[in-house]
């Protein structure tokens, strides 16, 4: 009876010591991912219980994937490697990832990703949306910007090209699709660029796409604009404007000329916001994209503009 009973123990033990383990804080993104990290852990933990209850390891594992090990998964990290790190700015990297062969990512154009780090034994999960075509063979590219006190900010500063980087996806809730609005007002603050990037790309590469463009970046500095060169290449497509607010300049006289025209100081506010939404060429629909106080906030001065809650879209 004594064996029988540390048998149990023993088969006990090793049942428990296979539950999930429940995610920290720090495990999810907080960007409403679904899955979020915490459906996994629960879905994980019911297949546990069941396979259990069972006495059948074998339920563990779930249905086996006949998907290519490289192939964006949103529930399974998968591994990709970096072959280019270049810094734009002091804190901003514009970071390349290897795809096999000529394959292509498979996202939507705006959607996201999810990035897995570990820095002192604790494992953390960010957004990231590529900044690359949809389209784009063989490659995807992010823009990361690194904060002093970040986590993963120092997880991103030790990369160099080869290192081995974790993503899950795509998620994202906004599909665009050619012509399907008159206008599109792309309100950005800093790295909210990137998700602008990939749909004013699409619109451009399409020629049968008249979609009209009117982004407007905001940004410290004239020196701290990310993609200069792409957004001045973008600009001069027939349907696209490009405009800049500066919160930490106020001297048009010290600015490229190409850009004393179409830049503004101070902080994108209620009458700018008027203004752009009363200078579109066609009824607008309106991409916002930065921090969580500028996405409340230019949402509110959106509807003061008189748009409604379904003509805009909040990443």
Known sequence: ?????????????????????????????????SPCVFDLYHQNLARWEAARASKDRSLL???????????????TFVAFCISAMDRLTKDTYRVRFALPGNSQLGLQPGQHLILRGIVDDLEIQRAYTPISPANAEGYFEVLIKCYQMGLMSRYVESWRAGTIAFWRGPFGDFFY?????????????GTGLAPMVPILQ??????DDETFVTLVGCFKTFESIY??????EQARFWNVRTFFVLSQESSPEQLPWSY????????????????????????????????????????????????????????
């Open 260 to 315: 004393q025209e179409k830049t503004r100081f101070g902080h994108l506010g209620q009458d700018l916001i008027k203004e752009l939404v009363s200078c579109c060429r066609r009824k607008p629909f309106a991409l916002v994209c930065g921090s969580a106080e500028f996405t409340k906030d230019i949402a509110r001065c959106l509807l003061c503009a008189g748009l409604t809650e379904d003509s805009y879209f909040l990443f």
């Open 227 to 232: 993609l200069k060169t792409f957004l001045q």
């Open 202 to 207: 699409s619109i451009t590469d399409n020629e």
């Open 61 to 75: 594992h779930g249905p086996e994937s006949q998907s290519c090990p490289s192939k964006l998964n949103p529930k």
């Open 177 to 189: 699709k050619p012509n399907q609005y008159g206008e599109l007002l792309m309100l950005a603050a």
């Open 1 to 33: 009876m004594m064996g029988e009973r540390e048998e149990d123990d023993d088969i006990e033990e090793a049942w428990l010591q296979l539950r999930p383990m429940e995610p920290l804080p720090s495990q999810c993104c907080g960007s409403g991912c």
